[in-house]
């Protein structure tokens, strides 16, 4: 690839300046530790709508989702799919009862319900899954910038962590609401401009594009037999379907933003807004993909595949400017989505940690401090996480397989404790413990030799199905039986 063009230096320059101008512009907004947090419950269904879908946009879908679609096809659009039903049970329960409960934590219901143990059992998983992701974002971009810049990944990393890290820690949760606002634009005009231009870039037209994209089945969804050790429409869907229920029911994130809305409509509106508006896009992007395909098979080029696909198209193959106007849109959709698990991690470790761990009574000046030493320390580990990914051969895959990990045992501790009432702590610890053991054997039983007994059979993507279904029926089950006198109020058998 040859050296970047200087007008697409510029506009991405000016760009990231911008942000950055925006983000820290909120500073005055953001000294009290509610204004740091919530932005005191003051902003605009509009702005929440998008900010939401910014997070959902974020590099892992710019270059993962392409990337996904050039090496296989549209199978993982079937995750995108399973974000209305999981809205639905997102702004007719988890909103009212978030906004109800008056607690920012998403977390402090489960000390509540189950005692100290499940409260930070979910702030240990939360705070491991917002590594993972700041991680794999960072990586995305920096796979991009990297191969149109040229300069090496790691400084990719190091300065994209530096600079989103800044403006999270001046300008709080409203910088992120509203730079994700602003940004989420970016994003959904530039990857509409790529499908348009892509479109067209065939000498035989769209026909010839679609055509070649269908006879290398790049737009099936997959198979639909019911086969869970394989990539299918319903593994996909049942994983998307429990990924988002954790994404609205007991994502930080998320349930931060409830919070950020002037009124408990706005925030379900928001919901509803994010969802609606995620389905096309990502569509789009998947027609990227499979567009990519096409236009490489008739004009191949040596080593493009996968992840880099995407990336190198914007740098080779786009007029000056516009290839830097989409550089700023990937750039965009890394800040968008990191900027919110910094100031989310954040206020985990003040409200849970500070707050319940240590019990902590802390004063306004002290509560600042935490919230942007701790906004600080997420934003190195998680530019350190990144580092540590360069080499993974899929983006998409890896945030999924780690994603997965992590939140499993989070959404079956919370679904326990909202839908079986019965269930108490004892109960619950057993129940834990189980979904834990079932979702590490998962992950790394098919490192053993095939044909192994301990081998699981189940694809990667079942790993958060399993383990949330584990634990909420080993609970229900433990507490059915201690009920009946079977097991002993300490869960031991008699």
Not at 2 to 15: F, S
Not at 107 to 118: D, I, K, N, P, V
Request: glycine share 10%; with cysteine; hydrophobic share 50%.
């Amino acid at each position: 690839m040859g050296a970047p063009r200087t007008t697409d230096l510029v506009v991405l320059g000016l760009y990231l300046v911008a942000v950055l101008a925006l983000g820290l512009s909120f500073r005055r907004r953001s000294l009290t530790p509610r204004g740091f947090t919530t932005a005191n419950g003051r902003l605009p269904l509009l702005a929440v709508g998008l900010s939401v879908f910014a997070t959902y946009l974020s590099s892992n879908t710019f270059i993962g989702v392409p990337g996904r679609a050039f090496a296989t096809n549209w199978n993982a659009f079937v995750f995108s799919l399973a974000l209305p039903p999981a809205a639905f049970v997102a702004a007719r329960y988890f909103v009212p009862f978030y906004r109800g409960s008056g607690e920012v934590s998403a977390y402090a219901h489960l000390e509540s319900r189950f005692g100290a143990w499940a409260r930070y059992y979910a702030v240990v998983c939360y705070l491991l899954t917002q590594l993972a992701r700041v991680g794999t974002i960072l990586f995305g971009v920096g796979i991009a910038l990297s191969q149109f810049t040229g300069w090496p990944i790691g400084l990719v990393i190091l300065t994209g962590g530096v600079a989103v890290t800044l403006y999270t820690l001046v300008g709080g949760i409203e910088a992120v609401i509203w730079t994700d606002a602003a940004q989420s634009v970016v994003l959904m005009a530039g990857g509409l401009y790529v499908a348009v231009t892509l479109l067209w870039s065939l000498p035989g037209g769209p026909a010839e594009l679609v055509t070649r994209a269908s006879a290398s089945g790049k737009f099936s969804l997959g198979s639909t037999q019911l086969d869970f050790t394989e990539s299918t429409v319903w593994v996909v869907l049942l994983y998307g379907f429990f990924i988002n229920l954790n994404n609205f029911g007991i994502d930080q994130s998320f349930v931060q933003r409830y919070h950020v809305a002037r009124s408990e409509r706005d925030a379900r509106r928001a919901v509803w807004l994010a969802a609606l508006l995620y389905i096309p896009i990502s569509l789009v992007f998947f027609f990227i993909g499979a567009a990519l395909f096409a236009f490489y098979e008739v004009f191949p080029v040596s080593g493009v595949s996968g992840d880099n696909a995407f990336p190198h198209y914007i740098a080779t193959e786009l007029p000056a400017g516009v290839a830097g106007l989409l550089l700023a849109a990937l750039a965009a959709a890394a800040m968008s989505s990191i900027d919110t698990s910094l100031n989310s991690g954040a206020t985990v470790v003040l409200e849970d940690v500070y707050g319940g761990m240590l019990g902590r009574d802390l004063n306004e000046k002290q509560q600042m401090r935490v919230l942007r030493t701790a906004t600080t320390v997420a934003g190195i580990l998680g530019t350190a996480a990144a580092m540590a990914m360069i080499g993974v051969a899929s983006l998409l895959d890896a945030w999924w397989t780690l994603s997965g990990v992590f939140a499993g045992g989070m959404l079956g501790l919370f679904l326990l404790g909202a839908l079986a009432r019965k269930v108490e702590r004892a109960d619950s610890m057993i129940a834990v413990s189980a979904g834990v053991l079932v979702i590490l054997w998962m992950t790394f039983s098919p490192r053993l030799p095939i044909g192994s007994a301990l081998r699981s059979g189940f694809h990667s993507q079942m790993t958060t199905v399993v383990g949330t279904l584990v634990i909420f029926l080993v609970g229900v089950t433990v507490s059915r039986l201690r009920r009946r006198g079977w097991v002993s109020a300490n869960g031991s058998s008699r």
